[in-house]
Every structure is written in structure tokens, then in C-alpha cells.
């Protein structure tokens, strides 16, 4: 299990700066873990990092699934080759108590998969011409997640 504490967000600039840092160092974790003992479930879940209390600044809330998701895509690719190695079989799951949060997380990762801008560098999510990341990532409502 890994405990996170997202920062407070306040201005768009910073955090989303501080997202794409927490959720790299979450990714890093998670990749670590299953680098050292293949016992480590092959399923992530996360929670969106940062919202709730750390929200401050409410004008970005519509913005909050937007940045989640353009923030992991930016830790994936932040990633050492063998961190993208340990993450082959996994999935990274991101686990919404909201209806609303759910659609708009949906919403943001349908975006992401039809913009031509995913932007890919030496550590290359494309396998066999499908973009690996739109396999790994998904979203899931339950509200006991």
C-alpha cells in the first residue's frame, strides 16, 4: 500500500508541476515494489491526488481530471527503462467515489487517447503501433474503492 498526501493546489502552473511530481514518486514507488518481490499485485489503484481539503483554489476543480491525467502521462514518461519494465504486466487503476468525478475522469482520458499532441521521448509507451499507456490506464467507479 502507498500512503499519499498530495499538495495543495492553488495556482494552475504549480499544480500541476506538483501533481506530475507526486504522482511520479507514487509510480516510482509502485515500480520499486514490483521490481523487489513479484507478490506485488499487478493492479495500482489510485485515488485523484490532491483534491478534496487540498483543492484550495475551487476554480480549478473542473480542471482537477484534466491535470490528474495529463500529470500521469508526464510521470510515465518520467520513468527509467526499468521502471517501464516493471510495469509490463501491470495496470494502473484510477479508483472515483463520485459520479461526476467518474465522467469527468473518463471524459479527460478519452482526450488524452485522441490527441495527436501525446507527447512520447526515449522512453517510448508505444507497443506494436498501439500506445501502451491507453492500455495501462483506466478509470473505475465504486464507492467503496
Not at 499544480?15 to 514490483?34: G, P
Not at 507478490?39 to 483543492?55: A, D
Amino acid at each position: 500500500m502507498i500512503h499519499v498526501i498530495g499538495a495543495k493546489l492553488v495556482e494552475r502552473k504549480k499544480a500541476l508541476k506538483d501533481l506530475q511530481e507526486t504522482y511520479y514518486q507514487v509510480l516510482s514507488a509502485y515500480c520499486e515494489a514490483r521490481r523487489l518481490s513479484p507478490e506485488t499485485p499487478c493492479i495500482l489503484r489510485l485515488c485523484p491526488v490532491s483534491t478534496g481539503i487540498f483543492l484550495e483554489n475551487q476554480s480549478l476543480k473542473p480542471l482537477v481530471a484534466q491535470m490528474t491525467w495529463d500529470s500521469i502521462l508526464v510521470a510515465l514518461d518520467r520513468l527509467s527503462p526499468d521502471s517501464q519494465e516493471a510495469l509490463r504486466d501491470s495496470k494502473v487503476v484510477m479508483c472515483l467515489f463520485e459520479p461526476a468525478d467518474f465522467k469527468s475522469h473518463t471524459e479527460a482520458l478519452a482526450r488524452i487517447r485522441r490527441s495527436s499532441q501525446v507527447r512520447t521521448s526515449q522512453n517510448d509507451w508505444r507497443k506494436e503501433g498501439e500506445e501502451r499507456w491507453a492500455t495501462l490506464v483506466t478509470t473505475w467507479f465504486d464507492p467503496r474503492c
